[in-house]
């Protein structure tokens, strides 16, 4: 295999920070106030008492749990506690609609962020999915969540046995295409996180997602009703859609995608790096009012007024119910097995949730080299350390008091297949797998 893929190293938390550049995250003091609200600042949050260059900030997100933290921070007021007062949650139509508004920028009636698929800014940033292959700087500032997707099947397939391991489906993909009829697997967006999760599930399992089945693209909301109508054979989105799947009787969840990956990556905090930029200390603003909001979400006790929260007709127009089970990690799977207490609950900032790990990066950037999203000569390594800035989680983090991780890695990651991706050997992990796009 000819490659040459760099990742980045285990760093220590100074690694990153350039003194030049980022001096306005050395902060220190007393908080500050925000005589126009009355709302503190968090301690640290700003040096010198200055505030965020701006109160405004325009974010989009899809109708997913995981956009929660922005939701909460908004509903909560987390957001004007920080001097965000003008903060807007747009409501994005599908990814290709987010990506989009975010090389327009709210200057051109777009956005300036969003709760975003991790691989997006990065795909951005490069220009891979932009109009004319003309890149957008961005900088990821957060991660959102982890685990709580799921990879779900129609109902025409509830007896053959698939689960966890895909395999059953081979055979029956098989039979259906040979009978003259298309085989289609959904995902959300090209080289996002449900395309790898739904691409490594099925690899896995010998199906080859770009010859053995057709992948199409559907935004998230509308899953389920193309599935109702026989539109796609399986799918890979995030809640609140496979639980109402299956508590309308149209297909089953295979598995969730904690199994696939345990407390894996999902969404993130992305902004336009010019954004960041222009207002370092609105962008650290942004991220410690998120840290808050995610805090809140994470509490047990929070659960069933988040679920209320998110089901209102402005945000997601679902019953409560159908976002509930699997936020608790109670999941009915739709094929006869319940399963309560899973661990497989929406995290949004325990086990270091919150933290954007370069090491996470590296993996989807990895995955996309694998399915010829990237090239094989990708220096992976200077990407990552363009567009994340974990640097400013940090300095939000501490002045909120919370404790950061000692490095940007997370260290070796090992899959349900037994797979394992070492972030500082990416070559052995791609060279294991039998099928990819890549010599």
Not at 48 to 75: N, S
Not at 181 to 205: C, L, N
Request: net charge neutral; proline share 6%; charged share 25%.
């Amino acid at each position: 295999m000819s490659m040459s893929v760099k990742l980045p190293q285990p760093a220590t938390p100074t690694d990153s920070v350039d003194a030049g550049r980022r001096d306005f995250l050395r902060t220190s003091g007393a908080a500050a106030l925000l005589g126009a609200t009355g709302f503190a600042f968090p301690s640290g949050v700003f040096a010198q008492g200055a505030g965020p260059e701006t109160p405004r900030v325009v974010l989009g997100y899809i109708a997913l749990t995981d956009a929660a933290p922005l939701i909460i921070a908004k509903e909560k007021g987390f957001f004007d506690k920080v001097g965000l007062t003008g903060a807007e949650i747009s409501k994005q139509a599908s990814w290709a609609a987010t990506r989009d508004n975010l090389v327009l920028g709210s200057e051109k009636n777009g956005i300036d962020g969003a709760h975003i698929l991790t691989p997006m800014p990065y795909l951005i940033s490069a220009g891979k999915v932009t109009q004319n292959n003309v890149p957008t700087p961005m900088y990821i500032l957060a991660r959102l969540n982890l685990d709580s997707q799921a990879i779900s099947v129609a109902q025409e397939y509830k007896d053959v046995g698939a689960g966890l391991d895909a395999s059953p489906l081979k055979a029956a993909f098989e039979k259906k295409k040979a009978a003259g009829k298309e085989v289609k697997v959904a995902m959300t967006f090209p080289g996002g996180t449900h395309d790898m999760w739904i691409r490594y599930w099925m690899a896995a399992a010998g199906i080859d997602p770009d010859k053995d089945v057709s992948t199409i693209v559907v935004p998230p909301p509308q899953m389920v009703a193309n599935m109702k109508v026989g539109n796609m054979d399986a799918f890979c989105v995030g809640e609140p859609w496979n639980e109402q799947l299956v508590n309308q009787g149209i297909g089953f969840t295979a598995c969730t995608t904690g199994e696939v990956w345990k407390k894996h990556p999902e969404k993130a905090v992305g902004l336009r790096a010019d954004w960041v930029d222009k207002n370092p200390r609105a962008a650290q603003a942004l991220v410690a009012a998120v840290i808050e909001a995610q805090q809140w979400c994470d509490k047990i006790e929070n659960k069933e007024e988040l679920a209320a929260i998110l089901g209102r007709r402005q945000w997601f127009n679902v019953p409560p119910v159908d976002v509930l089970g699997r936020l608790k990690g109670d999941i009915n799977y739709g094929n006869g097995r319940i399963a309560k207490a899973t661990g497989q609950e929406m995290k949004f900032f325990k086990d270091d949730a919150s933290y954007p790990f370069k090491s996470h990066d590296a993996w989807f950037l990895a995955e996309n080299v694998r399915w010829g999203k990237f090239e094989g000569t990708t220096d992976v390594k200077a990407l990552v350390d363009k567009v994340n800035r974990e640097d400013i989680w940090r300095a939000a983090a501490k002045s909120l008091g919370a404790t950061a991780p000692a490095t940007t890695s997370r260290g070796k990651e090992t899959f349900f297949d037994g797979k394992v991706f070492d972030p500082e050997n990416p070559s052995a992990y791609l060279a294991s797998l039998s099928i990819k796009r890549i010599a």
